[in-house]
């Protein structure tokens, strides 16, 4: 499984942006898709996570700021980030948990990071 990750840059305070992932390769099932980040000098952290069904799961601190989506029939997932700060800037990674086959443990697969900064 591969993940193609695509949208971030450079924005003022108060900007937006959308980032893009794509899951390709051989797939037979992803429970959910999503974004990590991570700033220079601290801890990945989750974003925002979206299941199969739907479920959505955000960092308290964007929500209200970003939406995440999901497309099941092109495995793929893009995440909406409106009235950015600063604090937002960090390389952001997209991730999917798939399966091979029913009843197997999910596995987490990365996409590149993609920077994004926040800056006037």
């Known amino acids: 499984v591969q993940l193609q990750a695509s949208g971030g840059g450079l924005v003022q305070p108060g900007g937006s942006l959308r980032l893009s992932c794509a899951a390709s390769?051989?797939?037979?099932?992803?429970?959910?898709m999503g974004w990590y980040r991570q700033a220079p000098g601290e801890q990945r952290e989750l974003v925002a996570a979206?299941?199969?069904?739907?479920?959505?799961n955000y960092k308290p601190s964007v929500m209200g700021r970003f939406t995440i989506s999901g497309d099941n029939a092109k495995n793929a997932a893009y995440l909406q980030m409106n009235s950015l700060k600063p604090e937002d800037t960090a390389v952001y990674y997209c991730?999917?948990?798939?399966?091979?086959?029913?009843?197997?443990?999910?596995?987490?697969?990365w996409g590149q990071g993609t920077q994004v900064t926040v800056s006037s």
């Open positions: 991730f999917a948990q798939h399966r091979v086959q029913d009843g197997d443990p999910w596995k987490d697969y």
């Open positions: 390769g051989s797939i037979f099932s992803i429970n959910a």
């Open positions: 979206i299941t199969r069904r739907g479920t959505e």
